[in-house]
């Protein structure tokens, strides 16, 4: 059974900086574009940034330019640093393996961040 567990989260203040990790417990990550979702209280879970095998990035609009995506293969982990950070980044983050070419992805179980002065 694979599992993601994130980690990494917190209550921070507006421009203030996190760094979130996601393990996996096999080898998973190297067959998966790997994604960090986030949910806001009453909102839609949403695709905050992802990146495939290849080490092709895509990001919301809303955290352009302050995200950065990576990953490790040899680690089976993927990090997400979020700088700059502000309010409305407030939500529950979730970390997301799609294995490519198929139908089958995991979900880590969430990590709170609060950015709140």
Same mark, same amino acid.
Do not use: H
């Given at each position: 059974? *694979?599992?993601?567990?994130?980690? /990494?989260?917190?209550?921070?203040? +507006? &421009?203030?900086?996190?760094? @979130?990790?996601?393990?996996? !417990?096999?080898?998973? *990550?190297?067959?998966?574009?790997? /994604?960090?979702?986030?949910?806001? +209280? &009453?909102?839609?879970?949403? @695709?905050?940034?992802?990146? !495939?095998?290849?080490?092709?990035?895509?990001?919301?609009?809303?955290?352009?330019?302050?995200?950065?995506?990576?990953?490790?293969?040899?680690?089976?982990?993927?990090?997400?640093?979020?700088?700059?950070?502000?309010?409305?980044?407030?939500?529950?983050?979730?970390?997301?393996?799609?294995?490519?070419?198929?139908?089958?992805?995991?979900?880590?179980?969430?990590?709170?961040?609060?950015?709140?002065?």
């Amino acid at each position: 059974q *694979v599992q993601l567990v994130e980690s /990494g989260g917190g209550l921070v203040q +507006p &421009g203030e900086s996190l760094k @979130l990790s996601c393990a996996a !417990t096999s080898d998973i *990550v190297s067959i998966s574009t790997m /994604g960090w979702y986030r949910q806001a +209280p &009453g909102k839609q879970r949403e @695709l905050v940034a992802m990146i !495939t095998r290849y080490r092709d990035t895509y990001y919301a609009d809303s955290v352009k330019g302050r995200f950065t995506i990576s990953r490790d293969n040899a680690k089976n982990t993927v990090s997400l640093q979020m700088n700059s950070l502000k309010p409305e980044d407030t939500a529950v983050y979730y970390c997301n393996a799609a294995v490519e070419a198929s139908a089958i992805d995991f979900w880590g179980q969430g990590t709170q961040v609060t950015v709140s002065s």
